[in-house]
């Protein structure tokens, strides 16, 4: 990690009134933001000063994961549309298996769950978003890893007609990855938990 290390007495990245740069923000949303089932007051959240919203589609953990994520994912995606937002989705992956057939086989089965739900690519939407926060037990190599990740990419950008964009924090990418050309193509998000913007992840 490149930079000053994080001021936690600083402002959180919650309100862009709070942060002193200019920019384009947005939300991320999940099943988690809506305690007790309560919906988002998509308008509000647009007049706030928010453009974007990138939702939670699909999880690749559990079947009851999966399904909670497609059930928000059918509610917030219209809505959020509607209050004038540009919507994306995201995929949470929970990478498997023991051989590299079986990885290769899992990447394949839970890109195509994501397609599904994300549909095909329109101008005006953002790209489907693979999640990439879990590492897979027992221990993979960061080559087992980077080769499940490009094979979810390359087949959702099959399915969807568009490079999706991958996700994930700065130790994961250092630690568990490794470096590869083919990665170029796809857009790359990295997360910058909990600190002021100013002061953004390197890696």
Do not use: C
Request: proline share 8%; net charge positive.
């Amino acid at each position: 990690l490149i930079g000053p290390k994080p001021n936690r007495n600083r402002p959180f990245a919650f309100n862009p009134a709070m942060q002193r740069i200019d920019g384009i923000f947005g939300i991320d949303i999940s099943r988690w933001d809506h305690p007790g089932d309560k919906l988002l007051d998509f308008p509000k959240i647009n007049r706030a000063g928010f453009e974007y919203a990138l939702i939670k589609l699909s999880d690749g953990a559990t079947v009851k994961s999966h399904r909670l994520a497609g059930y928000w994912w059918r509610i917030d995606r219209p809505l959020a549309e509607k209050a004038g937002f540009l919507v994306g989705g995201y995929h949470f992956a929970y990478p498997r298996g023991t051989t590299a057939l079986e990885r290769r086989a899992d990447a394949l089965k839970q890109a195509q769950m994501a397609a599904m739900r994300y549909g095909k690519w329109q101008i005006g939407r953002l790209p489907l978003v693979l999640d990439l926060e879990v590492h897979p037990a027992p221990k993979w190599s960061p080559r087992e890893i980077t080769d499940w990740a490009l094979t979810f990419l390359e087949e959702a950008e099959r399915l969807t007609n568009q490079p999706p964009m991958i996700y994930s924090y700065a130790n994961y990418f250092l630690k568990h990855m490794e470096p590869d050309l083919r990665m170029v193509k796809y857009p790359l998000w990295v997360a910058h938990y909990g600190v002021h913007l100013g002061a953004p992840a390197q890696i």
